[in-house]
């Protein structure tokens, strides 16, 4: 069990750290397209935390 | 854990974070054409921002009063669009009757389209006067009902003294009587600063204007200069001078156009507060100016202006213009600057003295430096500074719509061109505008906005490519 949340926690590290480079990419190219409808803070709160986690 | 169960978990995380962006992207392109944004006030909005200025407006649970007018909000728009519905569900039980919503039209000259939402005035008087409906949703609203259609009134005018209008534009033919053109040069040291506007008339003569100005250059943008003439069918002749940072800050430009028929038109001078037009020089006697004009600093100190007004307002952003200022019989007392004081004239056509220069006078009507050159060829606006008995305004026409009911709220819609409209980095300024509600002053009742809802409709991305690709 331990071993699998491990994975799925080191699988959604990598995924998030894709999206926060595809919505960073999309912000870049066209202001506002992204953050009009989610704050990419969240996005930036969550992912260490995850990466941490996975980590330890 | 087995391999499989990774890989589906690793596709299924990807695919969402592609489907987010996917999204994403669509919600920008808008490929319909067509989108809605709704702001409530519950919460901060991306595409419809909160009202401005802070101290007009007070934010309270679920709605936004308004204390002052006008108030502003900016709509911020994914991609091009053509054209804006704006829905406004809002309370008014303030005295003054009239509600318009506006988009900025011209940066430069400050104007704002407005749209009705409310005229409380037109509202009561099609609760007790005979209402005739137009095929094209307009009203006629009669004293005494004379008319059964309102193609047998456009046909049939009554004297136009009797008529007044709102959100509507009736053709009509205005000439002088008495008018005859003078040879000799009128030269009006005006020092006007910034835009304005006035009507001017002719018969059998040219028309012809000649503006010396100056360039201020009080701050560093491009300051050029843009003239319109309007005939009652339109615009007829525009003409751009643009800046030039190496000529004189003193510069001149002119029009004369010939064989134009006889009438009134309209001559607008748009340029920023950096510009100063020091004299205007012309053969028509006629020179109206329309609504505002800043009497700039420079020229001639005390002076004396006319007006058919029925509202006026005076304003100064400079301490040493502080002072009384002679309206009729009365006084308009400018005790602060960048604050506006405003008088309900008695009568009209009143004479306003300047005893000091750099005040921005602005009014319902029209003002000018004599009385006998007053010209005001529209016909009377339905708001609340118009009696209507002591006007004896008999006939109403309007292509206004009463707001729908929803409780204790109203909802009325306006539509706008936005391709006409001034656009900044994407965004739309608009405006709330209820004339006489003054933040400064204790007002009865309140203006409340629950809700803003705009509807934004252009080419859907099919039509593009069609476009594009020329099928």
Sequence with gaps: ?56 | MPKRVLIIIRIFLWLAAVMAAGWFMYMKIVPSGKISYTYNFDQPGYFIGKLTPADRVVAARGETQIKGDPAYFSLAVPRRFEKARVTVKFKNTTDFPVLELGILNDKVAWSYDLKPLQNKVVDQLALVWPVVNGADGSRLIQRDKKYDTIEKFLSNLPPYQEIGLYDYKLDHEFLLDKYAPTPEIKIYNCNFRGAYQFYTYIKNEDLNYSFDFNDLNLNADNDPVDIKVYSAAGLIYTRHVADDAAADSERQTSFKIPNLPEGVYRVSFVANDDIVSKTISSQQSQFSLINKVWLGEGGETARVLYSNSRLLSAQTINPASLGKIEVGQEIIDLKETYRQFSLKTASQPVAIKLAKPDIILSGDGVFAFSEQSLLDPRLKNIDGNLDINQEQINYILTAYQSPAVDGEWYEATADFDLTKAYQEKSKYQFLISLPGLKAEEANAGMLAIKEIKVDLSGTSLIKKLKKYFGR
């Design chain 1, 1 to 56: 069990m331990k071993l699998f949340i491990h994975n799925f926690l080191q699988e959604l590290f990598y995924a998030l750290t894709g999206a926060i480079l595809i919505f960073t990419f999309l912000e870049i190219i066209s202001p506002g397209m992204v953050l009009a409808y989610f704050n990419l803070n969240y996005l930036l709160l969550f992912w260490p935390i995850i990466g941490i986690i996975v980590v330890l």
